[in-house]
C-alpha cells in the first residue's frame, strides 16, 4: 500500500529564518506531487506541483520554493520566513489519472514569530 | 477551470441523512467530480468521486444529474464524528486540483 510522510509535525521559526519541509512517497512510482497551505480557518491554497523529478510548476508567486530531488521525494523550501507564511502546510500525491484522487500527509503547522 | 460553489455551512442531527450540494456550471465534458472530507489539524481525505448518474461507497453517495451542472454528496445517518468540512472538486487532466472553500458541517446530538 501507499505511504505519505511528512514532516516536521509542527514547527515555529522566527521571522528571516530558512524553512525546509519534507515529504516522502511509497508504495508507488513517478507520483505527481503537491503542496498546499491552509490558512486558519481557510480553504487550501494550491503552492507547487511536479509531475517528475525536476518538474515543477508554482501556482502562487512568493518567497517559497519546492524542489523534487528524487521521484518520491518533494521539498518545500524558504530562504527567509515572513509572518504570512504561517499556516498549515500540506503534501499530496496522486497518481498520474486523470481519476486519481489525492492522498494527502498529516501536515506541518508552521508558525513564523 | 470550472469553478465550485458550496454553501459555506450545515447543521444537522445525529441520525440524519445530510445532502451537501455543489454547483459547477461550467464543468467540461472530461471533468470528474470529487469529494474530500476534511478533520481540523488534518489532510483532507478523498471520500467519493463520480462523472454521472450515481455513484455509491461505504461512506457516501454522489448524485449527478444528466447536465452534470451540480452535484450532491449525501450522508446517510450522520453522527457526530462526520462533523467536518466537505470540499467538492472538479478535476481533469489540466485541473491542478484547486480546492474551493469547502462546507463546514456541523453534527448536533
Known amino acids: 500500500s501507499q505511504t505519505i510522510h511528512q514532516w516536521p509535525a509542527t514547527l515555529v521559526q522566527p521571522v528571516g529564518s530558512p524553512l525546509s519541509l519534507e515529504c516522502t512517497v511509497e508504495?508507488?512510482?513517478?507520483?505527481?506531487l503537491y503542496w498546499y497551505r491552509q490558512a486558519a480557518g481557510r480553504g487550501l491554497q494550491l503552492l507547487f506541483y511536479s509531475v517528475g523529478i525536476g518538474q515543477i510548476s508554482s501556482e502562487v508567486p512568493q518567497n517559497l520554493s519546492a524542489s523534487r530531488p528524487q521521484d518520491r521525494q518533494f521539498i518545500l523550501s524558504s530562504k527567509k520566513l515572513l509572518l504570512s507564511d504561517s499556516g498549515f502546510y500540506l503534501c499530496?500525491?496522486?497518481?498520474?489519472?486523470?481519476?486519481?484522487?489525492?492522498?494527502f500527509g498529516n501536515g506541518t503547522r508552521l508558525t513564523v514569530t | 477551470l470550472a469553478k465550485t460553489t458550496q454553501p459555506i455551512s450545515m447543521d444537522s442531527y445525529e441520525g440524519q441523512e445530510v445532502n451537501i450540494t455543489c454547483s459547477h456550471n461550467n464543468i467540461a465534458t472530461n471533468d470528474y467530480i470529487t469529494w474530500y472530507q476534511q478533520f481540523p489539524s488534518q489532510g483532507p481525505r478523498f471520500i467519493i468521486q463520480?462523472?454521472?448518474t450515481k455513484v455509491t461507497n461505504e461512506v457516501a453517495s454522489l448524485f449527478i444529474p444528466a447536465d452534470r451542472k451540480s452535484s450532491t454528496l449525501s450522508l446517510p445517518r450522520v453522527s457526530l464524528s462526520d462533523t467536518a468540512v466537505y470540499y467538492c472538486l472538479v478535476v481533469n487532466a489540466g485541473n491542478m486540483l484547486t480546492f474551493g472553500g469547502g462546507t463546514r458541517l456541523m453534527v448536533k446530538p
Open positions: 499530496a500525491w496522486s497518481r498520474d489519472r486523470v481519476d486519481s484522487p489525492l492522498h
Open positions: 508504495g508507488t512510482s513517478n507520483p505527481n
Open positions: 463520480g462523472y454521472k
